[in-house]
């Protein structure tokens, strides 16, 4: 397992991380393999472990958290998230101080410690002050209860207003922001957030790097029974098209001339883009846990990535907007 900084600050995180969306808590409930796979995945070096209150509502706090508390707590990086309705309370969502303050509490309580490694603000918050939301992370880190605060899905205009009120209020700074990336969409990651983020020393941990698994291949010939795109019916409308479906056939005949999978080499190279701290991984069983941790082994070489880019070249056009 490689280690990297997160941006400028010195948390290392594994260059892979298993996260709980759309999984633990969900279609995943049966805490005997939710352990196996978290046992597995840190086992095998994995360190970041991600997660949000709005993931199975709060369930998915609970599974991972009952799991990794068999683990020593200095070797984790426990993230959460915060920002979508947690319950019909017109306060118990988005980024007010009220809601921050109620909802680490929360967090701390179904996942079982005492300190959150990293704390997401999910989403933006258009009905709350950025100065509102930014002192309460500060008074977060200050009390503790969370040692380093990022964003999630946020624009780079939205970034830079965040930063320049930190530093006009010396309030403590986000160090990392949580975008998706993977070869389908890139424009928005590689065109204007990595270059922000390397100006301001943010870390990037980026997630659905499979584009909930179409990259792998496993939609060639339709949609499985019981996948993703089967269960989401608005993923299927954004994801499962013919060009997208054409592009992820073509990349079979690179893979399997180096004998990997669809799904390592789509990892592989993710992991190879410059700034990328930490890939965000899912995974239902152990033997998908396994197949993504195979990406470690692969080099991607120049002559690969000019081949891979031919075939998902960066559009602007394309942009994931959930």
Request: contains cysteine.
């Amino acid at each position: 397992m490689e280690y990297r900084t997160l941006g400028q600050c010195g948390l290392k995180v594994s260059v892979l991380g298993i996260g709980g969306w759309n999984t633990f808590g969900s279609c995943v409930t049966d805490m005997k393999i939710i352990n196996n796979i978290l046992t597995t995945a840190f086992e095998a070096g994995i360190n970041y472990f991600d997660i949000a209150d709005a993931y199975a509502c709060g369930k998915a706090e609970v599974a991972m958290g009952k799991v990794l508390g068999d683990f020593p707590r200095n070797e984790l990086v426990i993230t959460s998230k915060l920002f979508f309705p947690m319950s019909d309370d017109v306060n118990d969502r988005g980024l007010s101080r009220k809601h921050i303050m109620e909802s680490i509490e929360k967090s701390l309580k179904r996942i079982g410690t005492e300190y959150i490694d990293i704390y997401y603000c999910h989403r933006y918050d258009n009905n709350t002050p950025l100065e509102e939301t930014a002192r309460a992370m500060d008074d977060l880190v200050r009390q503790g209860k969370i040692l380093y605060w990022g964003t999630s899905q946020w624009t780079v205009q939205q970034i830079k207003k965040l930063l320049k009120i930190c530093d006009a209020k010396n309030i403590y700074k986000p160090q990392v922001e949580h975008p998706q990336y993977n070869l389908l969409f890139r424009a928005f990651f590689e065109s204007e957030l990595r270059p922000i983020a390397k100006d301001n020393g943010l870390g990037l941990v980026v997630w659905s790097p499979l584009a909930s698994g179409l990259l792998t291949g496993k939609y060639d010939d339709g949609i499985p029974e019981n996948s993703r795109l089967s269960r989401i019916n608005w993923l299927e409308d954004i994801l499962y098209i013919e060009d997208n479906l054409n592009r992820i056939r073509k990349m079979k005949m690179i893979t399997d001339s180096i004998r990997v999978s669809r799904g390592e080499m789509s990892l592989a190279w993710i992991m190879s883009q410059p700034g990328v701290s930490c890939v965000v991984t899912g995974a239902s069983n152990v033997k998908q846990l396994k197949k993504n941790l195979g990406a470690l082994e692969i080099d991607v070489t120049q002559e690969i990535s000019n081949k891979i880019n031919d075939i998902f070249p960066v559009n602007p056009e394309r942009v994931m907007t959930w």
